[in-house]
């Protein structure tokens, strides 16, 4: 049997308990008992308001019966009458009053209620209630004194929700701060979600990282701080249900009770979760994973914590942009450490050899002379061809010190004006004499001068050349045509054209064939190989005046390649 006492002894007992600022749940505990036994109630219980929900905070005397509920909608019953209109709702006989509700089922009935809200600084924060076994009147003074304690309670639950409010931030703050000293070599690790649970009040956390089209993720997971289930693994996007999809979407997820919701009841990476928020991770703007935190309470998560998760999120994303841009920098630095090395060990060999075989030329030559000047026909022949080849030795050593020259930007144009049509019949006719195997017709609108390097210019019309006699068959025509456009605007260029009757470029090698070091297949070129530099240095040589060339071919209808020039010259040239 409850032990009455009179409002003054109940109040003494209270303000004792407050002052020896013990934990909320006890001065909560002590003001209910307190109040119940000044008014002789069968029950005194808080309901805390939260949205559109009263929770049960604190009771004495409250037996919640089978299929009983500690949370309800606030438009239930007596007590949500008191916290939608903020004053006091009594009904003295609970079993007529169509008021009334029970969610809690109790085992035995109530008959009359007693509910006031409780209200600090205009903010609504709950209901206090009281009640009895039988159907009677609660007096105005009765009311009056659970105000007072409603007053009370009031107070410690707001004091505690700022201290628990302050003790949040300061949380949330040193695992931001943790978070940003975090490697980023390996941001993902588990001292950032051991950083990430404290921050949540030592909640479940994992992180999802998709990984290529997303239908697998690599999973890292922690339980507690103090727990050793640290979980890495990698899991199919089938499995992990709602989660996965966030990648996709972009869009958070916020889930109040787990139990409800089929495709997460059975993830196991929530444990024994409660409630689930889960934000995407963005990297350079693009969702690429998942970051989620799952609470042992069905009311352990709230709006706080759902933006604290995406500003968790954002810096997880940073952190992991951080990491493959310094990936990607060493890749590029190594890369262009290579580069510089090929580079240099290049001009270096272009260079040692380019002397012994322009004197092998030289001698060649000499002894060619002296051979026709004697007769010895058996001698000239083979010397003729030693001094072909030097030749052809000497033009690839020049274009692997041009390869380089481009790479390094040291390459240099000398602009002059000149007649492209006259130039174009003299390397037309130099290469049709050196191969002897083609006939090679020019088709030019009269004299044609543009400003350009002329030398530069000659070496892109005899690589073209060369080319379509490499690839066409013996005694096949080869065409060079120049064309003017724009004529008369500030715009105006000339178009060199040169086409051969070969297999041509198949459709696959066509995006390739300005590489560098790039050669066609053999069966193309009739054994006659270079070095794959011929079209590269051309395009960079074109490119450099202000131009450009292309290729247009059809497989087995021959090829056309074309260059076109400013006539002005290279702009912005000095």
Partial sequence: MLERVTAGEALDRVVRTLTERRPIDEVLTEILAQSRAMLDAAETYVLL??????????????????????????????????AETGSAAISNDLANDPRHADPFCRPTPIRSMLAVPLILRGVLLGVLVSTRREPGR??????????????????????????????????????????????????????????????????RCGILLGEGDSSTFEVFCLGDVSSDAFIRTTLPASSLGPLASIVQTGRPLAYGDISKEPLLRDIALLGNGKSLIATPIQVSGQPRGVLFVASDNTDGLDSEDVAFLSLVAARIGLLIERGELRQRQREIEWQHAQTEARQEFLGIVSHELKTPVAVMR?????????????????????????????????????????????????????????????????????????????????????????????????????????????????????????TREGVGTQDESVLIAVSDEGPGVPKEDQGRIFERFYQAPRRLHKGRTGLGLGLYISRELARRHGGDIWLESEGGHGATFYVRLPVAGPPNFD
């Fill in 49 to 82: 308001k939260s949205d559109r929900h009263l929770t049960v905070r604190a009771s004495n005397g409250l037996v919640i019966g089978p299929g009983g509920k500690t949370e309800f909608p606030i438009e239930q019953g007596i007590e949500g009458i008191a």
């Fill in 138 to 203: 609660f007096a105005d003074v009765e009311r009056w004194w659970l105000e007072i304690f409603g007053g009370l309670i009031a107070s410690v639950i707001a004091s505690d929700q700022a201290y628990r409010s302050q003790e949040r931030r300061a949380r949330q703050a040193e695992t931001l701060l943790a978070l940003s000293s975090i490697d980023d070599e390996q941001p993902i690790s588990r001292k950032m979600l051991t950083e990430i649970v404290r921050g949540f009040g030592n909640n």
């Fill in 362 to 482: 030289a001698y060649t030559e000499l002894l060619l002379r002296r051979a026709e000047k004697a007769g010895r026909s058996s001698e000239i022949d083979l010397l003729r061809r030693m001094s072909d080849q030097a030749e052809r030795m000497l033009a690839m050593i020049e274009q692997l010190l041009d390869s380089r020259r481009l790479e390094a930007g040291l390459l240099t144009l000398e602009i002059s004006h000149f007649d492209l049509s006259e130039l174009a019949r003299k390397v037309a006719h130099d290469v049709e004499v050196a191969v002897r195997s083609h006939q090679i017709t020019v088709e030019t609108p009269g004299r044609t001068t543009i400003r350009a390097d002329r030398r530069r210019i000659e070496e892109v019309i005899t690589n073209l050349l060369d080319n379509a006699v490499k690839y066409s068959p013996p005694g096949s025509p080869v065409r060079v045509r120049i």
